[in-house]
């Protein structure tokens, strides 16, 4: 409650409206089950970015071990021990 006199503050103000209000209980209910979708929301979200980031790196590491620049072949590695002789 507030003095005459006293400047109420932001948490008094919506207090009293909440207390006051005839729709003050159907407007919490609306809030609280809102902010429950939201949790509920978030934590999907959540669940689906931390799978979408494991197939990524799954996907990654496949291409990376896949990658035809990467394989070795027979000819490259005879050609370095050829070329090292020649500077000699």
Same mark, same amino acid.
Do not use: N, W
């Given at each position: 409650?507030? #003095?005459?006199g006293?400047?109420p503050t932001? =948490? +008094?103000?919506l !207090?009293?409206? #909440?207390?006051g209000?005839?729709? @003050?209980v =159907?407007?919490?209910?609306? @809030?609280s089950? /809102?902010?429950?979708? *939201?949790l /509920?929301s978030? *934590?999907?979200? !959540?669940r689906?970015?931390t799978a @979408? +980031?494991?197939?990524r790196l799954?996907? %990654?590491?496949l291409r990376?071990r ?5 394989? &070795? =072949?027979? !000819?490259?590695? !005879?050609?370095?021990p @050829?070329?090292?002789r020649g &500077? %000699?």
């Amino acid at each position: 409650m507030v #003095l005459p006199g006293q400047v109420p503050t932001p =948490s +008094q103000i919506l !207090s009293e409206l #909440l207390t006051g209000h005839p729709e @003050a209980v =159907s407007l919490q209910a609306e @809030a609280s089950h /809102c902010r429950a979708l *939201t949790l /509920c929301s978030a *934590t999907k979200v !959540s669940r689906e970015f931390t799978a @979408a +980031q494991a197939a990524r790196l799954d996907y %990654d590491e496949l291409r990376h071990r896949l990658e035809p620049r990467r394989r &070795r =072949s027979g !000819s490259a590695l !005879s050609f370095a021990p @050829a070329r090292r002789r020649g &500077r %000699d």
